[in-house]
């Protein structure tokens, strides 16, 4: 009564179709539930504030609340439109529709995305009316309900209504945080709720990629709208991402939303996640996608990743979330070698490359971190460095075991373009810095002598290709050692010369072999190479020069050894482990005494004893002379011939 009448009479108008809404017969409440909504759109503007009170909570309320009584009530038998199921008469009704619980839903679905849908192109002029924020959380305390305990049809239907709501035009301006705030906590409560059992046990599409792909969609548009979270409020943020990438895929939908295992593709949910957390840190597009700055949701046309770990992303300002998103970022990489828990899960899925991606975006987070301080280290850079090279060296270390062995190859290239840009700004003058240096080199030792059975029998190819990129780490560091301006802690080196020491004696570790032996040669050859330029650079009685003289001592014992067999086995060879030993020993022996004369005639500083522990190997040498072995014979002659300038250079 208290309305002007042209009101009034759009108010009975809205009434009477509210009443239609909740009729007994579906197409009538889906008839009239269009034409209420089209009404509202087209002529809503016409109302008075005092009118658009009544329609909210008189008529729109109203309606929501009303459905939910119809649902709660209605059977879940199944319907038939006539006695007998084989008469002519009989239409058949589709299994989504076939009850009068699933046509509840349908309204409901109808109702609620109407609803959502007046608010949001009304929200301007809304936000205004008295109450309103009475009604904003009530909307959205029916659109949790939908999601947790509807159906699969209303609960997706809820939250596409949710991020409706969140969708608001930019000429619109609403001064409370109050509305987003609460919109917050509604989806973190939807994101922790939807793991519970649901009402229906045959209920199983809610937790599948469909689902997470609508409710990881809001994650964004919340926070452009909060601008910024607490570490608290990310943490909780987290725990839906991974729910959502723990969620279950049924057989039946598998090949139309996840790529097969062997596909090298992210799925869409995973895709989303990342989405997620790159939205936190920058506004660049992160993804090699063809649609730039678009995110296609199907999997199976949209397979961009994150693969340039030289990218320079421009970050936001919000340090405050840097680590925690880096961090968070490592954990999806953990997938790689310990994928979560799929116990539930109707299918497996691939985790290779979602990790790779997630470890690319932490590269480049802390990259872009680094040059954002004009190449300074900070205290959050540093133990971004740190925990960095702690989840690599997890994968790092199964080599072989990492299948495809591809993947082990894609985790060295990182690791190589991380040193050749960290290394330099590395310095010794803070414990964090230690602790760096520390952890890489156990991440070194592990990648090449972590002792792990061979599960798969390897080719001559990969083997080689592993051999190659073992030579590619140690040259780099070798090459960065020697810098004049290095400073390095004294801690490294002594496990530098460690990892050198077995690398230069690895290939006499290997099968009886000659294939074997000769893969690992030069891999063996560049250890030594590195281990005698670590005892030139070093004065002092370093751990270089012990294992140096080690080498030595272990030289002369196998050639003793083998000259000895050799007068004792008359007309039979010396076993073939012992002749191998024999070829390594005598090139590194040469490699060794080459350095030694290229070093003093460079002017740098020699060990002497050293030098001298070089000249005892002669005699052993002049025992061997009386070898069968042709191939042995030449070695040996090529290793006599550098004793000259050796043994004239003792006398100087």
Known sequence: NSLPVFDAVWMLLFTCLSDLCVNEHSAIRKSAAQTLFTALSAHGSLLQPSTWQAVLWQVLFTILEKVLEAITSSSSSTLTTSSSSSSPSSILIHHSRDTAQKQWAETQVIVLTGVSRVVHTRLDSLFQLEGFERAWTTLLNIITNCTINGTNEVAVAAVSSFQLLLQTPDSVSIPS???????????????????????????????????FINLLQLFPLLHKKLNSFTPQQLKLAFQVF????????????????????????????????????????TTDDVFQSKHSGKLNNNSLFDKSEIKDPKKIIKLLPSPLLYYPVFNELLHYFSFLCSPPSESNAEKHINMAPFAFSSLTLSLQ???????????????????????????????????????????????????????????????????????????????????????????VQLSIENQRKIEDYDIKVIQLLKTHISLPSTTIPSSFISKWAVILNKGSLHSLQGTDTPSSVSLREHFSRVCF???????????EESSSHIALNGILERSECILRKYSEEEKLSGSCPPSRSLLNEVFLVLKSTTVLIQSLKNARKQGSAVNMSLWNQGIKLYPVLIECITCSNLQLRVLLKETLEQFSDLIEGSYQ
């Not at 987003?180 to 939807?194: D, M, N, T």
């Not at 190479?529 to 004065?539: G, K, W």
């Open 242 to 281: 991974n729910t959502a990438l723990l969620s279950p895929v049924p057989k039946d939908v598998s090949p139309f939303l996840v790529p097969m295992v062997h596909e090298n593709t992210m799925t869409s949910v995973q895709r989303l996640v990342l989405y997620c957390l790159s939205s936190l840190i």
């Open 529 to 539: 190479e590195a281990l005698l330029q670590l005892s030139f650079m070093d004065h």
């Open 177 to 211: 945080t109050s509305l987003w705030e609460k919109a917050w906590s509604v989806w973190l409560h939807i994101g922790r709720e939807v793991t519970h059992d649901r009402p229906n046990e045959e209920d199983k599409f809610l937790l599948s990629q469909d689902f």
């Open 365 to 455: 987070l802390m990259r872009s971190c680094v040059l954002s301080h004009d190449s300074q280290m900070t205290s959050e850079t540093e133990l971004m460095m740190e925990e960095f090279l702690k989840a690599v060296h997890q994968s790092l270390k199964l080599k072989y075991n990492l299948h495809p062995l591809q993947l082990w190859f894609t985790l060295v290239n990182m690791l190589l373009f991380h040193l050749e840009w960290s290394l330099p700004i590395l310095t010794p003058s803070h414990d964090d810095n230690d602790r760096i240096w520390n952890v890489l080199g156990i991440a070194l030792y592990d990648l090449f002598f972590a002792e792990i059975p061979h599960t």
